[in-house]
């Protein structure tokens, strides 16, 4: 499931308009980018600002132009953070057909927005947006508008800029004044670095740290003894910003500096931040300083260190490592062993094998992960042996590690250890027999053999892993396990292997599960039942509906949607009575896949649920039912609902009525405040093909901001009903 999918998951599946529902994908791509992109604009219309914030996003990252206009339109969004969004994704785009909207959103009540809107322009526009901008330079209210202009016109170096800007030096805020000179100093390179050095001494604080980081993004080098000068200030975060600087110069003597100050002994405040600094220096020049930083008192400068050398990708940061190996300090232990993990087997895994026997726990679980990442029979052997510590964490992670070997080696040893004396070891073995012991029969006994364990928790991985097995003997141990074990947890897992399994004998297992004292082991064989299809599951499921558990008569109910048999129609409208919502949702959404005439009145009623999900679930399901009953009141429900999808599901299953002598509800959709109920209005008229739907249709094509998604359908209803 990718982003767009989990975004329409969020709405519920019942929400996802058939719109989207388009061919399959070329080998192009074209129908699948066609299919996001009609989804997307589908998002852009949600009832959620975050969703459509992040639908906004999403068609930014699509690059396609065709959703400028869309886009536009939602910059009179509601929610000022999708409109930030939109701004954001409009410069992005970079049509120049936005920008008249943009400036006409430059008096937006939200100073962020605004600010947004003006670093748009500076993007989308030229000389023409100067007026603009130097009106906002000199009225905006605020100092973040002022400021964001006056960035803006330092990319565009033009003597009329250097006017503007020359105009709003004296701007009552310290911050637009900065920005101003900053970006004069663009225009004008020739004054950029000398006000700058001035700054440095201001006696305000943040005019000093807006010239240090202005100075470090300048890069040039004859400011460097400047920012030694102050890299001891007091404040720290003008030390901070002084590491920053001087990490970003591409110079030995700055390189130097940082170094010197991160060693000496009272150093210890700006250390992580110098280590930081230097990583931008190039990994050779960072190597001798992140090596003697691990041997650091200071403990969060020694991990830091660490932490930096295993981002270090050229050959000689594995000789750091090995150091590292060595040190007291078991968080460095612990993450060169990973680091190594994560090279080259060849150069690394006769390092990585001998802490395997290091005495810290962490340090060991490491080596074992990094191992089974790097494979190759050498870190088998070495795992192997791991199994014959008399440590138990040891074993344990030994087992875990080894789930991803499969050799008959590896077999032999995990069924050795998966009659441990500590639990853990036999859970990790039992655990990984089932992931990479599949083809060999001598895993069988082993894991029926667990089935018996004294600890719940082993038995459970035991009935787990036994899911993947066909051996008869593996059924009848889950199915004993199912019938007699103490626990339900575990009992439940045996009841969800067994639907892996299927067979006759797991369909009476588990229908006698269904008399389970545990609710929960209940809820599982009926949901496991309904994926057999099996209608012999009937009675039994029906009398599920009656259980005294709220959970079990929902999984009941979902079971013979599953079945889809006339035969539950009945149950199931009784089942429509239970005070819990979500459970008549689930039998409203049976009774839908059921598509049995019985239950129209009982949906029809549904119409009118106190829940919202059972209210959309009815109008879903009613479109599979086709009766002159409906159409009054799925009319009602287009006509005067509330909830767009409601009215959306209404439109769809009017069209599916075969024939209605009053088209007049459906041409009224045509015009609804929602795009998707006017798409399915649209897809209904289509499948009546009624010629009298002509008109309406062509005049909505003809409308002048017709969303592109709406004129597809509109083309292909026009299409449909003239053929």
């Known amino acids: 499931m990718d982003d767009i999918d989990q975004l329409l998951a969020d709405l519920g599946a019942e929400n996802t308009p058939e719109a989207l529902e388009l061919p399959a994908a070329t080998s192009d791509g074209k129908h699948a980018r066609e299919q996001r992109f009609d989804a997307l604009l589908f998002l852009l219309k949600s009832e959620k ?121 004296n701007d009552s805020d310290r911050w637009v004044r900065t920005q101003v000179a900053e970006s004069l100093c663009l225009i004008d390179p020739e004054t950029r670095l000398w006000p700058l050095l001035q700054e440095l001494n201001h006696n305000d604080m943040e005019v000093r740290l807006s010239a240090v980081e202005r100075l470090g993004r300048l890069g040039d080098t004859r400011a460097i003894p400047f920012l030694e000068h102050i890299l001891y200030e007091e404040l720290s975060a003008i030390r901070e910003a002084v590491i920053a600087a001087l990490g970003r110069f591409r110079d030995s003597r700055a390189t130097d500096i940082l170094i010197r100050a991160a060693l000496q002994p009272d150093g210890e405040s700006m250390r992580e931040n110098i280590l930081q600094s230097l990583q931008s220096q190039g990994e050779e020049i960072l190597l001798p300083a992140l090596t003697r930083a691990l041997n650091s008192a200071d403990i969060d400068t020694r991990q830091n260190a660490i932490e930096m050398l295993r981002q270090l990708k050229c050959p000689q940061v594995i000789d750091a490592l090995k150091t590292a190996l060595g040190n007291r300090d078991e968080w460095l232990r612990m993450v060169a ?38 494979r190759g029979s050498a870190a088998e052997e070495a795992l192997l042996g791991a199994l014959k510590s008399d440590l138990r964490w040891v074993r344990q992670v030994a087992a875990q590690a080894l789930a991803v070997f499969s050799s008959g080696e590896v077999c032999a040893g995990l069924v050795g250890v998966a009659s441990d004396a500590e639990p853990e070891v036999r859970e990790a073995a039992i655990r990984a027999l089932g992931q990479s012991c599949h083809g060999s029969d001598k895993i069988a006994p082993v894991l029926i053999a667990a089935l018996a364990d004294e600890e719940a928790w082993v038995r459970q991985v035991a009935a787990e892993a036994l899911s993947d097995r066909q051996e008869p003997e593996a059924l009848e141990a889950l199915i004993h396990t199912l019938e007699s074990d103490e626990d339900f947890i575990v009992r439940t897992f045996a009841a969800q292997a067994l639907g892996h399994l299927k067979g006759e004998a797991a369909f009476q297992a588990l229908l006698k599960a269904l008399e389970d004292a545990s609710s929960g082991v209940r809820q599982r064989a009926a949901i496991t039942l309904g994926l057999f299809k099996d209608a012999r599951a009937l009675p039994a499921l029906i009398k599920a509906l009656c259980d005294t558990d709220a959970k079990v008569v929902q999984a009941g109910a979902e079971a013979l949607g599953f079945l889809a048999l006339p035969e539950a129609v009945a149950a199931l409208l009784e089942a429509l009575k239970h005070s819990e919502p979500w459970v008549r949702c689930s039998v409203v959404q049976s009774l839908g896949q059921i598509h049995h005439q019985d239950a129209l009145h009982a949906l029809i009623a549904a119409l009118d649920d106190a829940d919202n999900w059972v209210r959309n679930a009815a109008a879903e399901a009613l479109g599979a039912l086709k ?97």
């Open 49 to 169: 600002p975050e969703v459509r914030q992040q639908a906004v996003e999403f068609l930014a990252e699509m690059r396609d132009l065709q959703a400028v206009e869309p886009l536009m339109a939602a910059l009179q969004d509601p929610d000022p953070e999708v409109r930030h969004q939109v701004v954001v994704a409009l410069a992005d785009l970079g049509d120049q057909r936005a920008v008249p909207a943009l400036k006409q959103i430059l008096t937006d009540s939200n100073t962020l927005l605004r600010a947004s809107v003006v670093e748009a322009l500076g993007k989308l526009g030229d000389e023409q947006i100067f007026a603009d901008l130097k009106q906002i330079l000199a009225e905006d209210s605020s100092y973040l508008v002022r400021a964001t202009a006056a960035e803006v016109l330092g990319g565009f170096p033009s003597a009329e800029c250097l006017e503007i800007l020359t105009a709003a030096l």
């Open 337 to 374: 062993t990973i680091a190594l993990g994560e090279r080259e087997p060849e150069l690394t895994q006769a390092l990585i094998i001998p802490m395997l026997s290091d005495a810290s726990e962490r340090v060991v679980q490491a080596a074992a992960e990094a191992l089974s990442r790097q």
């Open 627 to 723: 009766s002159p009953e409906l159409i009054a009141p799925l009319t009602r429900v287009l006509q005067k609902n509330e909830d767009f999808l409601m009215r959306a599901f209404a439109a769809s299953a009017l069209g599916k009525q075969g024939k209605l002598e009053d088209l007049e509800p459906l041409l009224q959709a045509l015009e609804d405040g929602h795009v998707l109920v006017r798409e399915e209005a649209v897809k209904a008229l289509a499948e009546l093909k009624d010629s009298r739907a002509l008109s309406p249709l062509e005049a909505l094509l003809k409308a002048p901001q017709l969303e592109p998604v709406l004129k597809s359908s509109v083309q292909a209803a026009l299409a449909k009903i003239r053929s």
